[in-house]
């Protein structure tokens, strides 16, 4: 699994636009996410593992920072919060 932060500025509704339909149109290439670690006021920010890696989005880059393998959901859990988020 590909780790990746993505920070997102909710304030920048291309960037809010963007970012959730990439959510959409990649969730099955999203091994585990997540919850939002953001503020939720003016940012969204989630760890997402990718099953295979991606070019870098204006929103999402790839991390190296040790991650709390337990903060993450998967399988039905991850697709139940993922649908939730979008």
């Known amino acids: 699994m590909i780790i990746y932060k993505a920070i997102i500025d909710i304030e920048d509704d291309q960037i809010y636009e963007d970012f959730y339909g990439w959510l959409e ?12 670690i953001g503020c939720g006021c003016c940012i969204d920010s989630y760890y997402i593992g990718l099953k295979n890696e991606i070019s870098t ?17 998967y399988g039905a859990e991850k697709d139940r919060m993922i649908n939730e988020e979008i």
């Open 25 to 36: 149109d990649n969730e099955s290439n999203i091994e585990a996410i997540s919850s939002n």
């Open 57 to 73: 989005t204006n929103f999402l880059s790839k991390t190296s920072s040790p991650i709390d393998m337990n903060q993450f959901h």
